[in-house]
C-alpha cells in the first residue's frame, strides 16, 4: 500500500508516525523526509477549534430540530370561541332555552376534586386482593352500588402522553393531545384554545381553585381565587394535598364560587417516590377517602361533585406512555339528587369505558355552558338519560355536541366525512325509535370523526424530515472527513477551512432567509423564513467544507486501517439495532453484549504482546478487568413494560417500586474508599500523585462521603430505616440537611474544584544530592497532561455523582475505574486513535441503561430536579435532570481526550497534541451523530408501527437529546479543559520541553528539521 502513495502521501505518514511516536517518548525507523507543513500557534489552533465545535452544536442542532418539527406531530390550534347564545334553529324539537345559552343547567354548583394519578384499580372492589393499594378507597364503589341514580363510576381512560399538563388540556378543551406536547409538561403557558374554564369566565360565573398549582399556569386569570402549590417536588407528600383540605370545602361553603376546583398531588407523589405497593400509597388512599367522605356530607342538592384522575400509573408509579396501567384513571360523579341513570352491569362488576374528553361536553351541557369550540368528546350517556333512561333528552345533547363538532370541522377544513353530519341533522318524527336512532347516528358521528382527528394528526412533514436527514447526514460525513486527515494537516488547514465556511454560510443564511420573507420559493415552500434561515447555514457550511475538501484534502485522507474497520463494526452493530423493535427494547443487553465482544478483542491483542513487553501481564489483567466489569454494569437494570416477564428490575428495591435498596447506599459508602485509591493507584506508576493530585484524591473522598449521606439521610426522610434519636425523627431537619450538603457538593464538584484545578499540574520536584552534586528530578513529568486532566474528570464524576439515585451511583463509580481501565489499556497496546472514542462513547451509552434509564419518559427520574433544591429553579433542577439522565455519556464524552493526553510529556508543539484531541472528540461525538441518524431513519421507517409512539420516538429523542449535549459538552471540554491544561503545561515548561522527551538518537537525525517541528 505504501508503494501506491505519492511522495507527499509518504512524507505525511512518516510525519504522523513520527508525532505519534515522539509524543509517547518512543523510537521508530523512518525514512528521512523534507515535508514541514505551515502550522499556526497553539493560542490560534485553540480558538479556531472552539469555533469549529461550536459550529457542529449549531449544525447539528439545526439538523435535529428540523427532523422533529417533522416527526413530533402536532395540530394547528384554532382560537374560536364558542359563544354563549349559539343555537341550533334545524333541529328537530330543540331544546328549550331560557337564558339564551345552550342548554339549562341541571345544577347550581360543583365540586371538582382531581386524585393526580388515581389508578381505576385504585378505586374499584378488588376481593381477594393483597395489594397495599387496593380495597383502600372505597366509598366511590360504595356509593355507586348502594344509590346509583345518584353515583356514577366509571373507567376514565386517558389519550397519551400521560402527562398532568397534557391531560388538563384535555379535560378542559376536549381536544387531542399530539406526542410533542410531552416536553412541555414542565413549561406550562397561558392555555389559548377555549375552555370551559374560559366559558365560565365570560359569563360571570367565578371559579376558584386550590392545589396543583398546573392549573394556575393555565388559567390563572380566568380564577376568582386561588391557592395554588408547587407541582413537581415529588419529594413532598403532604403540603398540597394539605393545602387542598385546608381551602376547598371552605370555598364551596362560602358561597361565592360556583365552580371550586382542588387538585390533590398525593397519590402520584407516593407513586413516583415509593411506587405504588409500599404502605405510603395506601396511607394517601385511605387519606382520600376520608376527605371524599367529607365533601359528600357538606354538599346540598343542587351540587354535584366530580372526582378523577388525570391518568394512572405504572406498576412502578410511574406515568407518561401508554401502557394500560397509565391510562386506565377513575371518574366519579355524585350528586345527593336522583339525576342519572343506573348501571345494569354494576351487579356483574363492570363498568363504562369513558375517553376522558367526554367529560367536557357533559360538563359544559350540565352546567349549561357552551361546548368548548375545539372539543372533540361526547356527552357521557348516563349523565343525561336520567334516572328514567329518557332517548329524547340524550338526543338533544348529541345533538347540539354534533353541531359544535361540525362548525370546529369546517374551520378547521375537514372534508364532509360522507355527509354524516347532515344525514343526522334531520329525522322522520313519525318513525318508531326515532330519538333511539338520533342517538345512535349521532355517536357514530361522533366517534367516527374522532378516529379521523387521530389519523390526521398522524401525518408527518416529510420536507422538515428528509432536510433533518440531510443535515444530520451531512455533519456525519463532516466529521468523519475532518477525523481522518493527518494530524500535521489538520492544524496547518482548519484557519482556511473556518474561513470558506463561515463566508459561505454567514452568506448563504441571511440570503434564504430574504427569498423566503419576499416569497421568492413561491407557495409549496414548506418552511417559514426561521426555519429557511436554519437551512441557509447548513447548505452554505455545506458548500464551504466541500469546496475546500476538493481543493485542498481530496489526496490527503488516510487510508482505511484495521482500527477504522473495527470502529465501522462497532457502530454498524449499533445503529442496525434500531431496524427492529425487539432490538431496540433490548438495546442495554445487546450493548452490554458488544462491550463484551471488544473486552475479549483487547484481551486477544494484550495476549498477543511480545513475552518481553514489561506491560503484557499488566494489559491482560486489564482486559480482565474490563470484562469483569461490563458483567458487573449488567446486574443494575430497569424494565420497560415490553420486556414482560423476561425482565426483573434490580435498580430499584423490587419491580413494584422506585426507592433505592438501602443496602446500595452501604455500596456508595465502600467506593468512596475504594475509588480514590485506585485513582491513585493509576497516578503512582508515571509518579503523578503528587501536587494537585493530592489535594483532589482527599477532595474525591469527601465529595463521595458527602454524596453517601445525603443518601444516608434520604433513607430517613422516606422512612425505610427507623431510629429511636429525635434527630433522626425530624423530617424537615433531615431536610434541610440534605439540600445544604448537595449544594455544597455542586459547588465544590463544579465551582471551587474547577478553579483550583486551573493552576494546578500533578508534578512535584524531588532534590538529591549525589557525590556532592545537588540533581533534580520532575516527578510525574511523564504524564504531567493526563494525570492533571483526570482530576478534571474526577470533578464531573463528582457533580453527576450526586444527582444519580444510589444504585446509579455506584454504576458511575464503576464506570469511572471502567475508563480508567480502558483508557491505560488502550495505551499499553498503542491502538489505532479512532478505536478508543468509539469505545468510550458505547460504554458511556451501555451505562445510560445500568444507571436504571431507559429510552421511555417514565424511566426518567423526574424526583432528581429536586436534590438541591426544594422548588423548579433554574437551572439547578434542569442541570441536575441532565446530568441524571445523561451523565454516564457525558463522563465518556469528558473522557475522551485522555486517550491522546495520557502518559505522554511535554511536547513542544502543543498546537498538534490540541489538535489530536480535537479530532478524537470529532469521532466520539460522529458516532453519536451515526446513532441519532440511524434511530431517526427508522422512526421514520416504522411510523406506522403499532409502537412507533412507545419505541421508536422515544429512541429518537433519546438519541436526538444525547447528540446536542454531547455536543455542548465537547465544546467545554475541547475549549476549557483540553485547551487550559496544554496551555498550562505549554507556559510552565517553555520551549525547552524538546530536551527532556525521550527519544532515540537515530530518530532526530532521520526527522532532522521536522524533529524541531514536532517538537
Same mark, same amino acid.
Not at 316 to 330: N, R, W, Y
Not at 370 to 396: C, V
Not at 944 to 963: D, E
Not at 968 to 997: C, E, M, R, S, W
Given at each position: ?656 417500586? +422506585? ?7 452501604? =455500596? &456508595?459508602? !465502600?467506593?468512596? $474508599?475504594?475509588?480514590? *485509591? #485506585? /485513582? ?101 513529568? +511523564? ?7 483526570? =482530576? &478534571?474528570? !474526577?470533578?464531573? $464524576?463528582?457533580?453527576? *455523582? #450526586? /444527582? ?212
Amino acid at each position: 500500500m505504501t508503494d501506491r502513495l505519492g511522495p507527499e502521501e509518504r512524507q505525511m505518514a512518516a510525519a504522523q508516525r513520527a508525532y505519534t511516536a515522539a509524543s509517547r517518548g518512543e523510537g521508530i525507523e523512518t525514512p528521512a523526509v523534507a515535508y514541514v507543513p505551515r502550522t499556526m500557534s497553539f493560542e490560534w489552533t485553540w480558538k479556531y477549534f472552539i469555533g469549529l465545535f461550536l459550529w457542529m452544536v449549531l449544525y447539528d442542532a439545526i439538523g435535529v430540530g428540523f427532523f422533529t418539527r417533522g416527526f413530533l406531530l402536532s395540530r394547528s390550534v384554532l382560537t374560536d370561541v364558542s359563544p354563549s347564545d349559539w343555537q341550533l334553529t334545524e333541529l328537530h324539537e330543540p331544546p328549550h332555552i331560557d337564558n339564551g345559552c345552550w342548554t339549562e343547567p341541571k345544577f347550581d354548583k360543583a365540586i371538582m376534586l382531581v386524585i393526580d394519578a388515581l389508578r381505576f384499580d385504585f378505586s374499584t372492589p378488588q376481593p381477594g386482593s393483597n395489594k397495599p393499594y387496593h380495597n383502600a378507597l372505597t366509598v366511590m364503589s360504595e356509593l355507586n352500588q348502594n344509590q346509583p341514580n345518584k353515583a356514577f363510576l366509571s373507567k376514565f381512560v386517558a389519550d397519551p402522553p400521560t402527562t398532568t399538563l397534557q391531560r388538563l388540556k384535555g379535560l378542559t378543551t376536549g381536544s387531542l393531545p399530539t406526542f410533542i406536547d410531552a416536553g412541555s409538561n414542565f413549561a406550562g403557558s397561558e392555555i389559548d384554545e377555549d375552555n370551559w374554564v374560559y366559558q365560565m369566565w365570560a359569563l360571570n360565573q367565578t371559579v376558584y381553585q386550590c392545589g396543583d398549582d398546573t392549573w394556575d399556569a393555565l388559567f390563572g386569570k380566568y380564577f376568582a381565587a386561588a391557592n395554588p402549590y408547587d407541582s413537581l417536588n415529588v419529594w413532598d407528600l403532604y403540603t398540597v394535598d394539605n393545602g387542598v383540605k385546608e381551602h376547598l370545602l371552605p370555598a364551596y361553603k362560602s358561597g361565592n364560587y360556583r365552580m371550586s376546583i382542588g387538585h390533590t398531588l398525593g397519590v402520584d407523589h407516593a407513586g413516583h417516590r415509593y411506587g405504588p405497593d409500599s404502605p405510603k400509597m395506601t396511607e394517601k388512599l385511605q387519606e382520600m377517602d376520608e376527605y371524599i367522605r367529607e365533601i359528600i356530607d357538606s354538599l346540598d342538592d343542587d351540587t354535584l361533585l366530580i372526582v378523577f384522575g388525570d391518568h394512572g400509573m405504572d406498576s412502578k408509579g410511574d406515568h407518561g406512555g401508554e401502557s394500560d396501567l397509565e391510562v386506565d384513571a377513575t371518574l366519579f360523579m355524585y350528586s345527593k339528587k336522583d339525576w342519572v341513570a343506573p348501571n345494569d352491569q354494576i351487579s356483574e362488576g363492570g363498568y363504562p369505558s369513558i375517553p376522558q374528553i367526554d367529560l367536557v361536553p357533559t360538563l359544559s351541557l350540565l352546567m349549561g355552558l357552551p361546548i368548548p369550540f375545539n372539543n372533540l368528546g361526547s356527552p357521557i350517556a348516563e349523565a343525561f338519560l336520567g334516572p328514567n333512561k329518557d332517548p329524547k333528552a340524550l338526543a338533544n345533547v348529541l345533538q347540539l355536541t354534533s353541531a359544535q363538532i361540525e362548525n370546529y370541522r369546517q374551520k378547521y377544513g375537514f372534508d364532509d366525512l360522507g355527509g354524516l353530519y347532515k344525514k343526522t341533522v334531520k329525522v322522520d318524527s313519525s318513525k318508531a325509535g326515532m330519538w333511539e336512532s338520533i342517538v345512535s347516528n349521532h355517536y357514530n358521528f361522533q366517534r367516527t370523526n374522532l378516529d379521523q382527528c387521530r389519523s390526521l394528526w398522524a401525518q408527518f412533514d416529510f420536507a422538515s424530515i428528509f432536510a433533518g436527514f440531510a443535515i444530520i447526514g451531512s455533519s456525519l460525513i463532516l466529521m468523519i472527513l475532518y477525523s481522518r486527515l493527518p494530524i500535521l494537516d489538520v492544524e496547518g488547514s482548519l484557519e482556511k477551512l473556518c474561513n470558506y465556511s463561515g463566508l459561505s454560510a454567514f452568506m448563504t443564511a441571511p440570503a434564504f432567509y430574504a427569498l423566503a420573507s419576499y416569497g421568492a420559493f413561491g407557495e409549496s415552500w414548506p418552511f417559514d423564513a426561521l426555519w429557511t434561515s436554519g437551512l441557509g447555514f447548513c447548505v452554505g457550511t455545506l458548500l464551504g467544507y466541500s469546496i475546500y475538501y476538493i481543493r485542498h484534502f481530496s489526496k490527503k485522507l488516510q487510508r482505511a486501517e484495521i482500527g477504522t474497520i473495527a470502529v465501522i463494526l462497532i457502530t454498524l452493530i449499533h445503529v442496525a439495532l434500531f431496524t427492529s423493535n425487539s432490538f431496540t427494547i433490548w438495546e442495554d443487553n445487546i450493548l452490554s453484549f458488544l462491550l463484551s465482544t471488544i473486552g475479549f478483542g483487547l484481551l486477544i491483542n494484550a495476549a498477543q504482546l511480545p513475552s518481553s513487553n514489561a506491560n503484557r501481564a499488566k494489559a491482560i489483567s486489564h482486559s480482565i478487568m474490563f470484562l469483569i466489569l461490563t458483567r458487573t454494569s449488567a446486574v443494575s437494570r430497569l424494565c420497560r413494560e415490553e420486556h414482560g416477564d423476561k425482565c426483573s428490575t434490580t435498580f430499584y428495591s423490587s419491580d413494584a417500586s +422506585s426507592v433505592s435498596a438501602p443496602y446500595t447506599v452501604a =455500596l &456508595l459508602i !465502600l467506593g468512596a $474508599f475504594l475509588l480514590p *485509591l #485506585l /485513582v491513585k493507584g493509576f497516578l503512582i506508576e508515571s509518579g503523578s500523585d503528587h501536587g494537585s493530585a493530592k489535594f483532589h484524591i482527599w477532595g474525591l473522598f469527601g465529595v463521595m462521603m458527602s454524596v453517601a449521606v445525603y443518601w444516608f439521610l434520604d433513607l430517613f426522610v422516606t422512612e425505610q430505616l427507623k431510629w429511636s434519636d429525635p434527630l433522626f425523627g425530624d423530617i424537615e431537619l433531615l431536610s434541610n440537611m440534605k439540600l445544604t450538603i448537595a449544594r455544597i457538593v455542586l459547588g465544590v464538584t463544579l465551582l471551587a474544584a474547577n478553579v483550583s484545578w486551573m493552576f494546578g499540574l500533578c508534578v512535584e520536584v524531588k532534590y538529591t544530592k549525589k557525590d556532592g552534586v545537588n540533581q533534580a528530578q520532575i516527578l510525574g513529568y +511523564s504524564n504531567v497532561y493526563g494525570a492533571q486532566y483526570l =482530576l &478534571l474528570v !474526577l470533578n464531573f $464524576f463528582g457533580a453527576i *455523582l #450526586l /444527582v444519580s439515585k444510589p444504585l446509579g451511583g455506584v454504576m458511575m463509580i464503576i464506570q469511572m475505574y471502567h475508563i480508567m481501565t480502558t483508557i491505560d489499556l488502550l495505551h499499553i497496546l498503542e491502538t489505532p486513535a479512532s478505536i478508543g472514542p468509539v469505545i468510550l462513547a458505547v460504554l458511556g451509552n451501555a451505562y445510560f441503561f445500568s444507571t436504571g434509564h431507559q429510552a421511555t419518559i417514565p424511566s426518567v427520574q423526574w424526583d432528581i430536579g429536586f436534590v438541591a433544591t426544594n422548588t423548579i429553579s433554574f437551572p439547578l433542577t434542569h442541570l441536575a435532570l441532565v446530568l441524571n439522565s445523561l451523565g454516564p455519556q457525558i463522563l465518556s464524552t469528558v473522557s475522551t481526550p485522555l486517550l491522546v493526553l495520557w502518559k505522554i510529556p511535554p511536547v513542544r508543539k502543543s498546537s498538534l497534541l490540541f489538535a489530536s484531541c480535537g479530532q478524537s472528540m470529532l469521532v466520539s461525538v460522529a458516532y453519536q451523530t451515526a446513532v441519532t441518524l440511524s434511530a431517526a431513519v427508522f422512526a421514520t421507517h416504522f411510523r406506522r408501527h403499532l409502537m412507533v409512539w412507545k419505541i421508536f420516538a422515544p429512541r429518537y429523542m433519546l438519541g436526538g437529546l444525547t447528540l446536542i449535549v454531547v455536543d455542548v459538552v465537547a465544546v467545554l471540554v475541547v475549549g476549557f479543559g483540553v485547551g487550559n491544561i496544554i496551555n498550562h503545561v505549554k507556559k510552565t515548561f517553555g520551549t525547552d520541553a524538546k530536551k527532556t522527551v525521550t527519544a532515540n538518537t537515530s530518530l532526530k537525525s532521520d526527522l532532522g528539521e521536522q524533529w524541531d517541528a514536532l517538537q
